[in-house]
């Protein structure tokens, strides 16, 4: 087997997960005019409540507690916009590119370790047939999935000099 690391972490990303909601742009309009744009951050949601609740105290007690921002925002009768911000996705790419070269890192881990031939039909059979089999729970399953179809390899292998 590979050594997955501390915690099994070798081939897991660094990078924090994050959400697109957490870099949303919201642009609030009343009758056709831009009102306030509110860049994105832990505090956005804190900081579009504050705006709504200064302007409409009442009617932003009374609809709050149901709603999520941008319906207590339209209740309110402003109209939302939302984007994401460039950086969301200067994120996304991050994270791929670093789970892209773990990805590869584990594969060219694999061939080593099991002396795969690199290029060849043989082993894009039996790491496509492990991939199929484990990879839904993970990489060290598709390891235990190739062991297992490698194994049998030997056996028929074996028999054969019999």
Not at 128 to 141: P, S, T, V, Y
Request: proline share 1%; aromatic share 14%.
């Amino acid at each position: 087997m590979l050594d997955y690391g501390p915690g099994g972490n070798k081939y897991k990303s660094k990078i924090n997960f994050i959400k697109k909601e957490d870099f949303m742009i919201y642009y609030i309009y009343k009758k056709g005019k831009l009102i306030n744009t509110f860049g994105y951050g832990s505090e956005i949601i804190n900081k579009i409540s504050n705006f709504l609740k200064e302007n409409n105290i009442r009617e932003y007690n009374k609809i709050a507690s149901n709603n999520n921002i941008i319906d207590i925002i339209k209740n309110l009768g402003y109209c939302v916009e939302t984007d994401t911000s460039e950086d969301y996705f200067i994120q996304i790419n991050k994270i791929d590119n670093e789970e892209r070269y773990l990805l590869e890192q584990w594969f060219d881990d694999i061939y080593d370790h099991y002396n795969l031939p690199r290029n060849s039909k043989y082993s894009e059979i039996i790491l496509n047939e492990a991939w199929d089999r484990g990879h839904a729970d993970g990489l060290r399953n598709v390891e235990y999935k190739l062991i297992e179809i490698l194994d049998f390899i030997d056996r028929i292998e074996k028999s054969k000099k019999l």
